[in-house]
């Protein structure tokens, strides 16, 4: 591990934040970064940092003032305000107590900051602020945890280190772990870090220079003590599969397991509580998983006990084969989930019991499931918290393989790591909003990029759902899911380039969609082309090659829908973007509306036959949809001329002469489809075989 640091970054810090926050929170902020941005130290929220000073209040009084990060903000990415302060001299006082709750703590904390505004600080908070030390500085680096995740972890530290840093056993964070850390550096004031086993390292000094170099000086020694006390290689040999070949038994596995790992939830509308998947396949992962320990090592406890949080304790190994049937695939992945929670149930209802406390139980399906020959499945509720989790686990994962080869891995007890999952003050964040309609689902939409694909998507994404941008035109595609995930964050959308005429391309496509997300529970089958040609004058070859949009591509996207659902087992929803033709046809469309009515009549009988699956198939009739913010809609840029032309108007008054022409005088927009899809998939009704037109109102569209 090497230093980050540099005077010319130090002196960039106090120019830019200086002025404002003053030079210590400057460079508090600059190391801070330093230590975030080496993912080896810390990962996604972990370890915490802090800096002492002076602070003038309105009334002009200095008081000795801690800063010390909030929660919610990640090192790598900190800002000043990130750091709220604290009262310094109260803070201090509180030690001379016996004891204080974690919510006590976290209402002296509170309610003695300087700004009301602040976020919550770390719970650590008073571990900083029991320390003397201008700068103190916590990670989870690595190699502290390879090295104390040992049946001898102490003493390997004191062979690594000697007598410069004191060691503590694992202590939950909190008070008492504040109390403890200050007791054994005033035992020992020579010290420069503190090594808590199973957790991590706190160093410190009287500059952000010191305090840092002292953790990055502490943290290369572990990692070369490590590398020295290696017995074996970490990581045996190179993996026997490429990334494609695991790539292509991921989308056959990734929608078994994405159904295996969710929730029944029979009291929501939605049925379950789903997971989005982040999948894996490094050439380290996939050498991992080969490795004779891996299930021993996927199984053993997180190196660090926050990680519960993301990761749950323990993981799933699998060790499939790959020759066999898909049922015979699924049915072992069954076994392996099912013992899983099982497992889980019962350290819950164990530790439970044995504290005699209450406590809300967590979902019990695994969020990490590490397959040989096909890489680490990851889920969380959405891709962010999925991709945390994967991030976590390839760190993990590393970390053991070095802790095997010194000596063995042996994480925390069942007990320590219960009460970090099921910690109080986390528990509290349980009662937060309720989750939004489409939270955890994936909605896989054709003519993705064009206009009411596009309304489709953005108000699937509202809803809390993942998006799978389907669309002919890839850079088409690729804007529309950027589009999406600028709104509503990174990985909330994913493009994929098919043509619903082809049936390899969509099969394709829906493997692509499992191999990003982990599936799909809404399909749109939404793809559509228009011609204007009197019957006269319309051939064959032309209404077929509309037909094979329309209508076939609408049965391809069905199919590949229905395998899906059916890989799953958790139902879901198909939405088919019909028309107000399909009810209501206009002369010179006969092969546009034959084709919908085609595709409506598939709908009904895809109604009937995925029942079973619990997966519901309804239908949209819209009407005079012209565009969604810029993009135009292809079938009015086909019709529009045509139409105008025959109604004596100009391309201009068309939108207007349809908005007048119906009941409600209504113009149509594409987010209004959206809503319409948006209120099936989130099943507020027991609705099959269903159309709802979103026209409003064209009388001879009602549906009958
Ligand atoms: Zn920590």
């Known amino acids: 591990m090497k230093s980050r640091y540099s005077e010319a970054g130090a002196k960039e ?36 940092t802090s800096v002492k000073g002076e602070k003038r209040n309105l009334l002009g009084d200095s008081i000795a003032c801690l800063w010390v990060k909030g929660s919610g903000s990640s090192l790598d990415r900190v800002e000043p305000r990130d750091f709220p302060a604290l009262d310094l001299g109260y803070l201090r006082r509180l030690r001379a107590l016996e004891a204080l709750s974690d919510e006590q703590m976290v209402n002296e904390l509170r309610t003695h900051l300087f ?45 690594a280190l000697g007598d410069e840093v004191a060691i503590l056993p694992y202590i939950m964070p909190g008070f008492p772990l504040a109390k403890e850390v200050a007791r054994v550096f005033e035992a020992g004031p020579k010290v420069r870090g503190i090594v808590l086993l199973h957790h991590g390292l706190f160093t410190f000094g009287e500059t952000a220079a010191e305090s840092y170099e002292r953790h990055i000086e502490l943290v290369d020694r572990l990692e070369a003590f490590a590398a020295k006390k290696q017995t074996r290689a970490a990581v045996t040999a190179p993996p026997s599969v490429s990334n494609d070949d695991a790539a292509a038994r991921a989308a056959r596995l990734a929608p078994v397991l994405r159904g295996l790992v969710a929730e029944a939830a029979p009291a929501s509308d939605a049925g379950y509580v789903r997971a989005v998947l982040e999948w894996r396949a490094s050439p380290e992962l996939l050498a991992f998983a080969e490795r004779a320990d891996a299930s021993a090592l996927a199984d053993a406890g997180p190196i660090t006990p926050d990680h519960v ?65 096909a890489g680490v499945f990851a889920f969380g509720a959405t891709k962010k918290e999925a991709r945390i989790a994967a991030d976590i686990t390839e760190h993990s994962l590393r970390a053991k393989a070095t802790a095997a080869g010194i000596g063995g891995y042996v994480a925390l007890s069942d007990a320590d790591l ?40 953005h108000a699937c994404a509202a809803a809390g759902a993942h998006v799978v941008v389907v669309d002919r035109d890839e850079p088409f595609a690729i804007a529309a899911a950027a589009e999406i995930e600028k709104a509503f964050g ?112 598939l709908g009904k009988i895809a109604a009937l036959e995925l029942a079973p699956l619990g997966v519901r198939v309804n239908q949209i009739n819209a009407d005079a949809v012209f ?55 989130s099943q507020k009704t027991p609705t099959t075989g269903a159309t709802l037109p979103v026209d409003g109102g064209v009388p001879e569209a009602f549906p009958r």
């Not at 404002?20 to 993912?39: C, F, K, Q, W």
């Not at 082809?502 to 493997?511: G, N």
């Not at 025959?646 to 007048?660: A, I, V």
Request: aromatic share 8%; net charge neutral.
């Open 490 to 601: 990174a990985g909330s959308a994913f493009a994929v380039a098919a043509d619903v005429t082809d049936d390899a391309s969509m099969r394709a496509a829906f493997d692509r969609a499992c191999v990003a997300y982990g599936g799909v529970d809404i399909v749109v089958p939404n793809a559509g082309i228009a011609l204007v040609r009197s019957i006269a004058e319309l051939s064959s070859r032309e209404a077929l090659d509309v037909a094979k949009v329309n209508y076939l591509g609408v049965l391809a996207t069905l199919r590949e829908a229905a395998r899906v659902f059916a890989a799953q087992a958790t139902g879901g929803n198909v939405v088919v973007n019909a028309s107000k033709n399909v009810f209501a046809p206009g002369k010179d469309f006969g092969a546009y509306s034959a084709s919908k009515a085609a595709a409506h009549q």
């Open 115 to 159: 700004d009301a505004s602040s976020p919550n600080p770390s719970v650590e908070a008073l571990l900083h602020a029991f320390l003397p030390h201008a700068f103190v500085d916590h990670s989870h680096a690595d190699a502290v945890l390879a090295v104390t995740n040992q049946p001898r972890g102490a003493d390997l530290v004191r062979e």
């Open 13 to 48: 810090a106090i120019a830019r934040w200086g002025e404002a926050h003053g030079e210590l929170v400057a460079l508090r902020v600059y190391t801070s970064r330093l230590i975030g941005s080496d993912p080896d130290l810390v990962l996604h929220g972990g370890g915490n």
């Open 309 to 373: 949080i993301r990761t749950k304790a323990r993981s799933v190994f699998l060790d499939l084969d790959w020759a066999a049937e898909d049922a015979t695939i699924a049915a072992a992945a069954r076994a392996a989930v099912d013992a899983f929670r099982a497992r889980y149930d019962a350290v819950f209802r164990a530790n439970v019991e044995a504290k005699g406390i209450e406590r809300t139980k967590l979902g019990s399906a695994p969020r990490v499931v590490v397959v040989r020959g």
């Open 627 to 681: 565009s969604h913010g810029d993009t135009k809609s292809g079938l009015w840029q086909e019709v529009g001329p045509g139409r105008a032309k025959s109604r004596g108007l100009t391309l201009d008054q068309l939108e207007g002469f349809y908005r007048d022409r119906n009941l409600l005088r209504a113009r149509v927009e594409a987010r209004h489809v959206g809503n319409a899809v948006v209120f099936f998939a």
């Open 418 to 457: 219960f009460d970090m999952e099921y910690w109080s003050l986390e528990q509290a964040k349980l009662k937060g909003a309720a989750p939004r309609a489409l939270e955890g689902q994936v909605a896989l939409i054709t003519g993705g990029a064009g206009a009411i694909g596009r309304g489709v998507g």
